[in-house]
C-alpha cells in the first residue's frame, strides 16, 4: 500500500453532514460527486495529506443506504492507494483476502476501486483505489 488514501464515512444527509463536517474540520467540503454504478453522493474534504468523503445513497439498493440502515451513520471504509491495482489485487486474493470484484472499477475522484470484504479484515472495509490515467 503506498498511502491511506481517504476514510469513508456513510451519513444520511450530505447537506446536513457537509455543515458538521465543515464546522468540524475549519474548512467546506471541495467537491461533491456522484457515481451512479454504486448509488452513492460523495462529498470530499482534504486533512493535510488524507481526505474525507461524506458517502450518501442515492437508491435504497446502495450499499450505503444498508449499511445506515444495519448499523446507523458511521465509519464506512478505509481506502489506500495503490499503484498498479490488478497486482495488488493478485498479491491480496493470493493471501487468503476475499476481493469483492475480479477488476477495478469506476469509483469518485477519478479512481479505479476494489473492494475487500470486510469479513477477511477484521470487520473493517477496506477499499483499494488507483487514480485512473
Ligand atoms: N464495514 C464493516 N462491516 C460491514 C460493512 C462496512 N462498511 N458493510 C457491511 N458490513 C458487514 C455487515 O455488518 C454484516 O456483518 P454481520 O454478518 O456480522 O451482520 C456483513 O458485513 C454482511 O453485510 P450485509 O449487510 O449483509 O451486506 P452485504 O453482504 O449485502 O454487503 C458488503 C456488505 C461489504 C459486501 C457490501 O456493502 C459491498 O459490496 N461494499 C462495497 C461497495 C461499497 O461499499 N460501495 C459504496 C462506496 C462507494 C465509494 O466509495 O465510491
Do not use: W
Not at 28 to 40: A, D, L, N, T
Not at 89 to 96: H, Q, R, T, V, Y
Not at 100 to 129: Q, R, S, Y
Amino acid at each position: 500500500m503506498k498511502k491511506l488514501e481517504h476514510i469513508g464515512i456513510a451519513v444520511k444527509s450530505l447537506d446536513v453532514s457537509n455543515k458538521l463536517f465543515a464546522k468540524l474540520l475549519g474548512k467546506p467540503h471541495y467537491k461533491i460527486e456522484e457515481v451512479e454504478s454504486e448509488g452513492v453522493r460523495t462529498s470530499f474534504f482534504a486533512v493535510g495529506d488524507i481526505k474525507i468523503e461524506l458517502l450518501e445513497a442515492t437508491r435504497p439498493d446502495s450499499a450505503i443506504a444498508k449499511y445506515i440502515e444495519k448499523r446507523g451513520e458511521g465509519l464506512h471504509h478505509l481506502a489506500f492507494e495503490v499503484d498498479p491495482i490488478e497486482t495488488k489485487m493478485s498479491e491480496l486474493a493470493e493471501s487468503g483476502f476475499k476481493l469483492l470484484a475480479d477488476e477495478p472499477k469506476p469509483g469518485a475522484d477519478n479512481k479505479a476501486i476494489v473492494f475487500l470484504h470486510p469479513k477477511t479484515t477484521n470487520g473493517v472495509l477496506v477499499e483499494l483505489c488507483q487514480e485512473r490515467r
